[in-house]
């Protein structure tokens, strides 16, 4: 798949030719320098941003031929989307947060759901506090519960501990993992840490746009 924009100095290729398959239940790391297309991406996958050309398979949907509309309830039910800036609602509650995606599928016991979720990042205590009064590490920990909240296949993580310090990141992340084993989902990791990167069972390295060993760029399908 490729991904250009426009630029007043011309095309800019974002990524160039990314063939990428991921197995259910697989956990990849993707690495690599600033610029490098790792968050776009990850933007694709989810469904955020489109391609110029190339097929996006993501749970057997065709992501290049769906409207914004199939999309978002795509994302809603299927992808879950931890972002490194939390991008939780200031004037909901950490319970109200969690339970968004719950309400936009019409899940049936959407509050019961969300504080489960909350009980699985071990915040059932902070059900009615809301972001501004929970720290970097808990709202994190929401962001996480929200994005699992709907029993996910896939989560997406955008360099999840970036604004966390060392040993904040280092427990939102074993928290990550052990729910992403727990749940058997997918996982795709974005980071620039190595060594969190060693944690997934695989680790891809991106750079201008390529993925260093990918060599035909066509497809890239997500279980």
Known sequence: MHVTLPSRAGDIDILRGVNLDIEQGEAVAVVGPSGSGKTTLLMVTAGLERTSSGLIDVAGHDLTTMSEDELAQLRAGTIGIVFQSFHLVPTMTALENVALPLEFLDAPDTFEAARNALDDVNLGHRTDHFPAQLSGGEQQRVALARALSASPKIILADEPTGNLDSKTGQQ????????????????????????????????????????????????????
Do not use: N, P, W
């Not at 749940?183 to 974005?190: A, F, G």
């Open 172 to 223: 939102v992340m074993d928290l990550l993992f052990t729910l992403h084993a727990r749940y058997d989902t997918t996982l795709m990791l974005i980071t620039h840490d190595e060594k969190l990167a060693k944690r997934c069972g695989r680790t891809l390295h991106m750079r201008d746009g390529r993925l260093q060993k990918s060599r035909r760029a066509r497809a890239a399908a997500f279980a």
